[in-house]
């Protein structure tokens, strides 16, 4: 076991890297026998583990302090050779597949594994290269400004993350002049943000056409490795969303108007933000005691939860505070070579530090249950199925509330399914968005914030952005990272949101049954595509007509149930 401040940060040179990968693809050539072959794919496997250590190392660093200047050096060498190291990777998967033991190979890596090599075939080619280093260049930009962000608010300075709590105040002028002081921020840097998308899209859209995609929708979804659904079934599950849940969650916005005794349709986006005439649910303690209370549930909820919650605080394989020049938003990622994983937040002393204790640790979890399967792309599912191990665990933690939340607990469970169910629509939201922005790259940036507007108005048409000018225009979704870092990873979470939903019903029905599957679920790794995934677990599937309501509407029950 190594803790975190003992794991080295380095970079091995580019020019290692491609040597000992030289030698490796030799070896691969000159094996005589079927066994030898297997053994050098063994080999490479660990030479990939070793080499997306080292760079899972420097970003967990950079996002860290993305000011410290070694780190930040490091990360744009990163950027540099990120796409020459695929190129490498891919080389010898060609090897694979053009190998005399291919038929062996197969039958002892599985034919999943294969397939995710042929799908890392199409989505990289050398002649690529120069447009995946742009497109990383452009995140890491879109990064620094946003986790630079200084915002004035009553004259003090604070980044994004920090903003959060502000913009959910109980009291109505601190909200609004929040979400005014982030609009203005925004809009201030709307030409830089705006700019810097543009050119990403055309950077994704020249790579489709050289490619030979008609555009990057289907690329992008390669990418993301979607083996079993494509755009079109994408397309009608949203239909699903748009025509079921939009309309209960207009029920529940009502609702909520009532409880904070404001008249819906004067209500400002601002207001949505507390649930509660007396506030949000307050943890009952600072970061500490959250983490206090997270020991005992994880120790109480079954001895595999404890296991791995000891192993994380004993590691130290977790950032929760936030600080400045620290990137902001929250993820886990897994540190391949020392079988661990880490997790990042910018706790800001309101609910969701809850949310990212139970969120993030449900990934983290995952990744703890399949560290020991020694095929890497077989320890993560697609991240469609890892959204289930978190959104999952979110609910699964609702027994503990009384723990973090003392008397609001109630209120958390209430407002956390409520935000659950009023995610889908904002979900399909950026995910229509972003559709039509790859299939129609040469539009200007007013009218895509022009289209977001129109979708937002279908989707969640409570949203009135009373004083803030930059959200009135459309410019939302600039703040949305995935839009920017990750094209099209936005509907997992809806898809996985529903499942979620549906192991909470299973948890009302028999918490140990429903537990005990959840379990097996985060044991099968990435061993299947997600659809594959889902019938092997007997879990719901989202895109057959007719699911999603019918998870939903158990799930409404469940919040009717607990009215406050
Ligand atoms: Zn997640």
Same mark, same amino acid.
């Given at each position: @076991? &190594?803790?975190?401040?003992?794991?080295?940060?380095?970079? +091995?040179?580019?020019? /290692? #890297?491609? *040597?000992?990968? $030289?030698? !490796?693809?030799?070896?691969?050539?000159?094996?005589?026998?079927?066994?030898?072959?297997?053994?050098?794919?063994?080999?490479?496997?660990?030479?990939?583990?070793?080499?997306?250590?080292? @760079? &899972?190392?420097?970003?967990?660093?950079?996002?860290?302090? +993305?000011?410290?200047? /070694? #780190?930040? *050096?490091?990360? $744009?060498? !990163?950027?540099?050779?990120?796409?020459?190291?695929?190129?490498?990777?891919?080389?010898?998967?060609?090897?694979?597949?053009?190998?005399?033991?291919?038929?062996?190979?197969?039958?002892?890596?599985?034919?999943?594994?294969?397939?995710?090599?042929?799908?890392?075939?199409?989505?990289?080619?050398? *002649?690529?290269?120069?447009?995946?280093?742009?497109?990383?260049?452009?995140?890491?930009?879109?990064?620094?400004?946003?986790?630079?962000?200084?915002?004035?608010?009553?004259?003090?300075?604070?980044?994004?993350?920090?903003?959060?709590?502000?913009?959910?105040?109980?009291?109505?002028?601190?909200?609004?002049?929040?979400?005014?002081?982030?609009?203005?921020?925004?809009?201030?840097?709307?030409?830089?943000?705006?700019?810097?998308?543009?050119?990403?899209?055309?950077?994704?859209?020249?790579?489709?056409?050289?490619?030979?995609?008609?555009?990057?929708?289907?690329?992008?979804?390669?990418?993301?490795?979607?083996?079993?659904?494509?755009?079109?079934?994408?397309?009608?599950?949203?239909?699903?969303?748009?025509?079921?849940?939009?309309?209960?969650?207009?029920?529940?916005?009502?609702?909520?108007?009532?409880?904070?005794?404001?008249?819906?349709?004067?209500?400002?986006?601002?207001?949505?933000?507390?649930?509660?005439?007396?506030?949000?649910?307050?943890?009952?303690?600072?970061?500490?005691?959250?983490?206090?209370?997270?020991?005992?549930?994880?120790?109480?909820?079954?001895?595999?939860?404890?296991?791995?919650?000891?192993?994380?605080?004993?590691?130290?394989?977790?950032?929760?505070?936030?600080?400045?020049?620290?990137?902001?938003?929250?993820?886990?990622?897994?540190?391949?070579?020392?079988?661990?994983?880490?997790?990042?937040?910018?706790?800001?002393?309101?609910?969701?530090?809850?949310?990212?204790?139970?969120?993030?640790?449900?990934?983290?979890?995952?990744?703890?249950?399949?560290?020991?399967?020694?095929?890497?792309?077989?320890?993560?599912?697609?991240?469609?199925?890892?959204?289930?191990?978190?959104?999952?665990?979110?609910?699964?933690?609702?027994?503990?509330?009384?723990?973090?939340?003392?008397?609001?607990?109630?209120?958390?469970?209430?407002?956390?399914?409520?935000?659950?169910?009023?995610?889908?629509?904002?979900?399909?939201?950026?995910?229509?968005?972003?559709?039509?922005?790859?299939?129609?790259?040469?539009?200007?940036?007013?009218?895509?914030?022009?289209?977001?507007?129109?979708?937002?108005?279908?989707?969640?048409?409570?949203?009135?952005?009373?004083?803030?000018?930059?959200?009135?225009?459309?410019?939302?979704?600039?703040?949305?990272?995935?839009?920017?870092?990750?094209?099209?990873?936005?509907?997992?979470?809806?898809?996985?949101?529903?499942?979620?939903?549906?192991?909470?019903?299973?948890?009302?029905?028999?918490?140990?049954?429903?537990?005990?599957?959840?379990?097996?679920?985060?044991?099968?790794?990435?061993?299947?595509?997600?659809?594959?995934?889902?019938?092997?677990?007997?879990?719901?599937?989202?895109?057959?007509?007719?699911?999603?309501?019918?998870?939903?509407?158990?799930?409404?029950?469940?919040?009717?149930?607990?009215?406050?």
């Amino acid at each position: @076991m &190594t803790k975190f401040e003992n794991m080295p940060v380095k970079l +091995t040179p580019f020019s /290692k #890297i491609k *040597k000992k990968m $030289e030698a !490796i693809v030799e070896e691969f050539r000159s094996a005589d026998n079927e066994q030898k072959a297997l053994n050098v794919v063994k080999k490479f496997h660990r030479f990939t583990d070793e080499i997306e250590t080292e @760079m &899972t190392l420097v970003s967990i660093h950079y996002s860290l302090n +993305t000011n410290d200047e /070694k #780190i930040v *050096k490091a990360n $744009e060498i !990163i950027d540099e050779t990120s796409p020459l190291i695929n190129n490498l990777i891919n080389n010898f998967y060609k090897l694979l597949l053009e190998s005399k033991y291919v038929n062996f190979l197969r039958e002892k890596l599985g034919n999943f594994y294969f397939f995710m090599i042929e799908n890392s075939l199409r989505i990289y080619d050398e *002649k690529i290269i120069d447009e995946l280093v742009k497109e990383n260049k452009l995140t890491s930009e879109y990064d620094k400004v946003m986790s630079s962000a200084q915002i004035e608010f009553r004259g003090e300075i604070y980044n994004l993350s920090q903003m959060g709590k502000f913009i959910s105040d109980i009291n109505r002028k601190t909200r609004k002049e929040a979400s005014i002081a982030v609009d203005k921020w925004l809009g201030d840097n709307e030409k830089k943000i705006g700019d810097i998308y543009d050119e990403l899209v055309h950077v994704r859209d020249n790579m489709a056409k050289k490619l030979g995609f008609k555009n990057f929708v289907e690329l992008g979804y390669l990418r993301l490795y979607r083996s079993d659904y494509n755009s079109e079934m994408v397309s009608s599950y949203r239909k699903q969303i748009s025509e079921t849940v939009v309309n209960i969650c207009q029920k529940l916005y009502k609702k909520q108007a009532k409880r904070l005794k404001l008249n819906f349709n004067k209500m400002a986006a601002y207001d949505f933000n507390i649930a509660f005439l007396d506030g949000n649910p307050k943890p009952a303690g600072d970061s500490q005691y959250l983490l206090e209370c997270a020991k005992k549930m994880y120790e109480n909820m079954s001895p595999e939860t404890g296991e791995f919650f000891n192993f994380m605080l004993d590691n130290h394989l977790m950032d929760l505070i936030a600080r400045q020049y620290k990137a902001p938003g929250g993820y886990m990622t897994f540190i391949n070579k020392y079988k661990s994983p880490f997790i990042f937040a910018n706790f800001n002393g309101t609910e969701a530090d809850v949310n990212v204790l139970t969120h993030e640790v449900g990934h983290a979890f995952q990744g703890y249950l399949s560290r020991n399967i020694s095929i890497p792309s077989y320890r993560m599912p697609t991240l469609e199925a890892c959204e289930i191990h978190s959104m999952s665990m979110e609910f699964f933690a609702w027994p503990y509330m009384d723990l973090f939340f003392k008397d609001d607990a109630k209120k958390y469970c209430v407002s956390h399914l409520e935000d659950a169910i009023k995610f889908l629509p904002y979900g399909i939201t950026i995910d229509e968005f972003q559709h039509w922005v790859y299939e129609n790259p040469n539009v200007s940036h007013e009218e895509r914030c022009k289209k977001f507007k129109e979708i937002e108005s279908k989707y969640t048409p409570h949203k009135r952005y009373i004083d803030c000018p930059c959200y009135s225009h459309g410019g939302y979704w600039m703040r949305q990272t995935h839009v920017f870092s990750s094209p099209f990873y936005y509907i997992d979470y809806t898809l996985a949101q529903v499942i979620a939903m549906s192991f909470l019903v299973m948890m009302y029905k028999n918490k140990d049954k429903a537990f005990k599957k959840y379990i097996k679920l985060c044991k099968c790794g990435g061993k299947y595509p997600f659809l594959t995934l889902l019938e092997k677990n007997h879990l719901v599937n989202p895109f057959v007509d007719g699911n999603v309501k019918k998870i939903v509407l158990k799930a409404y029950k469940i919040l009717k149930e607990k009215e406050l």
